[in-house]
């Protein structure tokens, strides 16, 4: 019998493990507590929903490492441990703690699909053999174990070949080769992604589709294939940075149970025990298939194989873990049916990722190896308004496959070369170069997409040209908005469209209507008439859309704790949201769920269909805060802060003239509009000035410059600058301690927590190590600042969240105000142990904070420091760099009652940081860090402390590449010196460091070393 | 532009396709995603207009090795779409097929506001045409009731066929049989005897009898449970498909029922609660369904379908009969049950070598 079980997260969010394994823990969680099973969660990702005590009994914020997850079995003596919901990292450290003899000591049951299941599953090696064995059919391949193996078997092959890692994640190093040059070249990278230092080389399969069938089987060896999902990129392009549609479009009956068959042998024969997913090639031009690969666990795949059908994998894979049969649990929609099912979709969903490179500077188009930063899923009664409603989903401005700037700035050739390079975005691309006259079958040629998908592009571009030629034609109008224009788009396209049409609310639920559904998994459609649901929402809780850099799991954390605050105190609540990964897309977490666009129309179209409920829109973060006036102006009732106090802090603007007017201080800026003026400024106000373009180029967003030649620099490069596009040219101060308070307001009183940053300003406060309490700011200096925010909240009639952020030097600047949830208001809550959703909560339904005085400053009562995830070794090519503009795409966290102590276990939470043991590479090719890095140097003295100088560059790059050097620390922003040392550490994985500050502190950690003592939070 | 009326006065619009007549028949729902070929040539849906609930009907085109028999079969299709196809084996679209086979279809359709009028009131009558709405709904009125009409006389072969050389005979008694169960006999060796469904005593020459799916209202048929008994004093096996299992189970003492809208999809689990107690993702098409009175001896149940309890499948505990109300041939659908011709192959070669 078993009493308590060890669940296993995922850690930081990282290109390929993000908010899905948040979901699926969750899942998990809740699955074992419906069955008295008691939980110990250890995951330090402090800003998942998971790692609260709603849902599990015992968090641990710590390293996912056999280390510490041995120190957690030991307090806790768990019966049983479930490696399958934290992702390729739970799965990684399960096996090792097997391994290690750790699960042995303690008598610690595994439960799910066994240790050797997922061992033939993860090793590409064993993987074949019993793939062999199964006689189940696999594309010609070799396992390697050092570069030269890997040659040896691409020339037996034959080029152009596939190279695959074993025990990696998204496709880590993985690439297709095309010569021995290019095996050559990349080789080294793949070896350092696999913790078992193997690669397979194997027969590139060039345009053939990809699809998955995400399988459910129990102990007993009942199985189903519960989606089949089909990459509209053929093979080559990872399935995370593929456009999916579900359910499978293109295969016949036969390919389809082929493919299933397939698929359950795989199942078969790793005895998989709860979920996997099984990937296939499968011929365009012929009935051959071939199973390319596994994941014996919950994954980024099966979060949208769960949204897309309604299926709740994690939940039924954890009942099936427990032993239950697939025909004992019961289907969570209807209710009244078994698990033991296939889904039947009556709409079509599509997934498209989110990319970030030009923020990165990657120039690289899409491969084997994961890039993307986010997903999102849209859901249609045709492909062609799923796939449009996921373009705009995407927010990067675009209406639509057309008519954005993308679509209408590109010409035929640059269409071309994008398509040609499988640039993101690509479907943009193939609809204008369609407009320009190229045909479906050239696109056809060039990218190898299947023309079923290209005929939808071409689809709706026919149409777009249609409208723009007899607009008003009715007909044409309702087609449009059944291929998934919107009537904002139309109307931009023949003026006023006056159409009175409204979509229908449709409900998922598993059974494409054959039986009735007790959940209300909502979606909109122009695809039918009629309305599933009647009106009956108190409130309308708007979530934060995809993800992005900046935009993450903490966002989905206020939107949850906002909607169930307001549940507990007994309203009925919505949540909007279109994110797949994520916990708010859950349809079982509150009264209904609407799985559509955050936009104007959208929102309206609920708040009329569902009666007028009060919307809610600052728990998603930045997302709904543009929308407040627009949505103010139709009628909608917002809940909270009022439209013209959320346009103050927005304003830059109104923003300042709001400070000035109360005296409080802020940095110098100014707006400049042209060159001339901006280097007037800079001059006049001292360099380094920051720069703010309206106008972006390419992904720059903000820079520092030192001097006059990079102001013009950056300004010629990044951004258009001109009356209509003004430039704003502010005072950096890299100085002093940048510090924020996260707060409550009810526009009387105020809630509020303040944090440090470790770094000085200038570093993005998403990038930098914060820590709470504060450690350096004096009690005056919290004083002030707790004093401006309060003004600032009571001017403002803040009602609900805010968080406004410090530069604290030679006095207390305010730099920025946001009245909205901030990223840190998950760990606030945590370290605090209040939860500001639920404040928020109070105001919103009781409009007061129920607190005695009109400051309450909370303040946690240890040391509590969240640390950035970097995911450098996946940005391929990218820079490592620290500045204003935000990298990092993840965080976690970690307390202690000491504060090196708590830092060091946030620190090494974040992946690949580790503590070096024998030698640092430290150094600086920026004067301006020259000292703070000597600093630095002395601080690891009792190290083996290198720099470029002394090494020499050739030795050094191939230490690094050679896995021996343990830590890299550096400072500035030197590519053209640095570029080669900072690229491999992050493709070797090798930790680094990018700023003295956090490097000093880091030194002194590392001197005291780590407290091998865990405690639960 | 055209309607779909039900007799119950509901009139859907939406764009008519394929051939230019109008169609009357009992309306019915498949939630079946892919395998639209098979579906729309299963002679089972004679006397029906299929809806199909996933929206995208048409993707993959036609070709001839996905029929189950020599034609469209079914009254009239409906859909939301009726996409362009592409697939490599594909001879032309579905609105092309439609038209060559002179079968009209509707799409456009709110299919999900239909299916849920379809569950929540039962199977309709209805109608697909351009004509008046009023003339639609006159139509269905005029027209007999599909559970009154003998169609299993349309779609039954109309002379003996043989197929296969094997050793192992079995007779097919055709009301209706789907190529794919012919195929799955073929496959293991058999050589399969065609027989029309009301000369089935031409398949007693045989060495075991196969009662075949088939449309219509299994009561109509009630001269065949005369065939399953004449075929158990012969010690022959028997199988039942479908409405070859509601016809051997009419003859060990069952009573039919219409279900409210029938089971048509592919993804129903079904329990084998007798041989091994696992649980198969079978293919259904079915509107009639069967229950035993405590009175009905040796017959046990075998399968069952979890959700409503449906029998699913029985055996005899004295003679060798197995029979299956879902579709073990699959076609469409998944082939988790196909193991059941092996068995019953299996029980018909140690009869014969007896």
Redesign the interface.
Known sequence: MIKSVLVLGSGAIKVAEAAEFDYSGSQALKAFREEGIGTVLMNPNVATIQTSKVLADRVYFLPLSPEFAELVIERERPDAIVCGFGGQTALSLCVELNDRGVLDRYGVEVLGTPIEGIRTALSRDRFRKAMEKAGIPMPPSVAARDPEGALEAALSMGFPVMVRVSFNLGGAGAFVAYSREELQSRIYKAFAQSSIKEVLVEKYLDGWKEVEFEVVRDA??????VVCMENVDPMGIHTGDSIVVA????????E??WG??LSMGVADAIGLVGEGNVQLAVN???PEQYVIETNPRMSRSSALASKASGYPLAYIAAKLALGY???EVVNQVTR???A?????????VVKHPRWENDRFGIREGLGPEMMSIGEVMGIG???EEAWQKAIRMLDIGEPGLVGGRMYQSASKERALEALRGREPYWPIYAARAMELGVTVDEIHSITKV???FL?AIKRVVDLYMALRSNGQREDLIEEAL?LGFTRDQISEIIGNSNTSRMP?I?RIDT??????ASTNYLYMSY????D?VVPGTDFLVVGAGVFRIGVSVEFDWSTVNMALSLKRRGYRVAILNYNPETVSTDWDLVDRLYFDEISLERIVDIFVKEGGPTVILYAGGQIGQRLYTLLEQRGVRIGGTRARSVDVGESRNSFSAFLDELGIPQPEWYYAKDMGEAIKLAESMGYPVLVRPSYVLGGTYMAVAYNEAQLVDFLRRAAIVGERYPVVVSRYMPWGIEAEIDAVSDGRALVATPIEHVEPPGVHSGDSTMVLPPRKLTRSQLGKMLEITHVIARELEVKGPLNVQFIVADDVYVVEANLRVSRSMPLVSKATGVNYMDLVADVLTEERLKVDDDLVVLTPGRWWVKSPQFSWSRLRGAYPRLGPVMYSTGEVASFSSDFHDALLKSWLSATPNRIPRRNALVYTYDDAYKKDIEKVRSALGYLDVMDPESVGMDRLIDALKGGRIDIVITAGDTPDMDYRIRRISADTSTPLVLHPSLAMELAEAFRKGLKMHVEPW | MGYLALEDGTVLRGRLFGADRPAVGEVVFTTAVVGYPQALTDPSYKGQILVFTHPLIGNYGVSEDQMESDGITVEGVVVFENTRPSHYRSVMSLDEWLKANGVPGISRVDTRHLVIKLREHGVMMGAIGNDDPERLLEAIRRSPRYDEVDYVRAVSTRRVIEYGEGRTCIGVVDCGVKKSIVRELLKRGAKVRLVPCLDWEKAFECDAVLFSNGPGNPKLLSALTEAVWTAVEYRLPIMGICLGHQVVSMALGAEVYKLKYGHRATNKPVRDVALTGKVYITTHNHGYAVRFPNTARGVRVWAVQPDDGTIEGIYHERYPIITAQFHPEASPGPWDTRWLFDKFLKVVERGRVQ
């Open positions: 007993h060896g009942n199985k189903a294939a359910p499978c479009q293109t295969l016949t009956d036969e389809y149970q299933r068959v365009y031009g012929g049969r697939l025909d009244r049916t078994v033991a099912f296939e889904p039947s979709l009556d709409y079509i009664r045709t492909l299947d023309r079923f005929n059944v229908a449709k059974l494409a209507g054959e039986w009735e695809g039918g008439e009629y599933d």
